[in-house]
């Protein structure tokens, strides 16, 4: 679990993940398809960034 605010601010750094938490503030339930659709990102990297977050 993230204990100090520069983690976060860490996380939400990259414009991608930022985007991901938008979609999932957005809409109640998001399948791994619609992310990458929405996205424009390839399997290894939604991985990577929904892992990191």
Do not use: C, Q, W
């Not at 993940?17 to 990102?41: N, P, Q, S, T, Y």
């Amino acid at each position: 679990m993230l204990s100090k605010p520069r983690n976060v601010h860490a996380l939400l750094k990259d414009e991608t993940r930022r985007k991901i938490i938008h979609m999932l503030g957005e809409h109640e339930r998001v399948g791994f398809k619609e992310f990458r659709a929405d996205l424009k990102v390839g399997v290894g990297t939604l991985y990577y960034h929904l892992d990191v977050l």
